[in-house]
């Protein structure tokens, strides 16, 4: 018997087929930064994260419809501006849907509140800066994590998956970590923190008046993955 033969004979029988099978798998983790679309950000994260394909999708803040342009999911898309011609308008954090009716809940809260003097650049649409956040909410949108949370959980199936993008800011010289705000509101609501993919903006906020910025820009924002489960794998 050749060497050449003596080789194959004993990888033939140490390998498995649970070994083959692995070997042959077409296996491309998604990467932690994002250079790129929200929209195909999200068509990947939807491709790797349910447990099986979503049936019914949420997105609770679906304002124009942007993120599903080109996509051929089943989205629901709900909105408190009737101007925006959602599929359903109503209040976020009180949802006019049964228990457990959707298989991925999607939300993009403001971002930035009470700012942006560049004009340059249409803060209103990109930001939300239509609505505002009185002082004594610290002028952040905190505030309203906790009862869209709840409301999340409520809609979501046992599994089922919630995705959130939200960025971090500066305002009044404090900054605030809306992301951990977030994260905090998810896991009280009962959800399990899955994963962070951070997304590179490509116009970040600049206000005329900054002279001297202690702090850096922000140039990039968060996609946030929650499961309804006590586990993410």
Request: charged share 30%.
């Amino acid at each position: 018997m050749g060497t050449d033969t003596m080789v194959q004979l004993a990888f033939s029988q140490m390998a498995t087929p649970a070994t083959i099978k692995v070997s042959k798998r077409d296996y491309c983790p998604l990467g932690s930064v994002w250079d790129g679309e929200d929209a195909d950000l999200l068509e990947e994260i939807l491709r790797r994260y349910p447990r099986k394909r979503p049936k019914r999708i949420l997105d609770a803040t679906v304002n124009g419809g942007r993120f599903w342009k080109q996509s051929e999911r089943p989205v629901t898309g709900l909105d408190i501006e009737i101007k925006h011609k959602p599929q359903v308008v109503a209040d976020n954090t009180h949802m006019p849907f049964r228990n457990g009716a959707f298989d991925v809940v999607v939300y993009d809260p403001p971002h930035i509140p009470n700012q942006g003097k560049d004009r340059q650049k249409d803060f209103n649409t990109r930001f939300g800066l239509v609505l505002r956040s009185s002082k004594e909410n610290s002028y952040t949108f905190a505030h309203t994590y906790p009862p869209f949370t709840r409301e999340a959980h409520r809609v979501l199936k046992t599994e089922g998956i919630l995705l959130c993008k939200i960025t971090d800011y500066v305002h009044h010289h404090r900054y605030n970590w809306a992301h951990l705000d977030f994260i905090q509101a998810a896991r009280v609501a009962g959800f399990r923190a899955c994963d962070c993919i951070i997304k590179i903006r490509k116009g970040p906020i600049i206000d005329p008046k900054w002279k001297t910025a202690h702090h850096s820009r922000r140039q990039h924002c968060y996609w946030l993955i929650f499961r309804k489960s006590e586990k993410c794998e």
